[in-house]
Nanobody, 126 residues
Framework: QLSLVESGGGLVQAGGSLRLSCADS????????MGWFRRAPGNEREFVGG????????TYADSVKGRFTISKDNTGNTAYLQMNNLSTEETAIYYC???????????????????WGQGTQVTASS
């Protein structure tokens, strides 16, 4: 099982950067693919990107490619989402989620993730 806690959200000017963290307090973090999702006001939750259990493969939504980077530290039981050049439209609650896996396929569907953090608010202002 995972017990995920996000941190690092906050207020940033449009064009700025933030780094979100997703920490697990258990001992099986290395066995999980990790996904990042976000929910903007009035919208459904959407996939931002993900990383395999080993940390060797990542995938991103087209809207964030080239600006966001996901990484995973299995020793420290933490996943990261580095966000650069944020736009006001990316103001949202950001969530990390875990899916137990032993392969390199990263699901974009939130239904496939059984463990979720509480979310952290990211606000990009103009």
């Amino acid at each position: 099982q995972l017990s995920l806690v996000e941190s690092g959200g906050g207020l940033v000017q449009a064009g700025g950067s933030l780094r979100l963290s997703c920490a697990d307090s258990g001992h099986t973090f290395s066995k999980y693919n990790m996904g990042w999702f976000r929910r903007a006001p009035g919208n459904e939750r959407e996939f931002v990107g993900g990383i395999t259990w080993s940390g060797t493969t990542t995938t991103y939504a087209d809207s964030v490619k080239g600006r966001f980077t996901i990484s995973k530290d299995n020793t420290g039981n933490t996943a990261y989402l580095q966000m650069n050049n944020l736009s006001t439209e990316e103001t949202a609650i950001y969530y990390c989620a875990g899916q137990k896996s032993s392969d390199a396929y990263i699901d974009a569907s939130e239904r496939e993730y059984g463990y979720w953090g509480q979310g952290t608010q990211v606000t990009a202002s103009s």
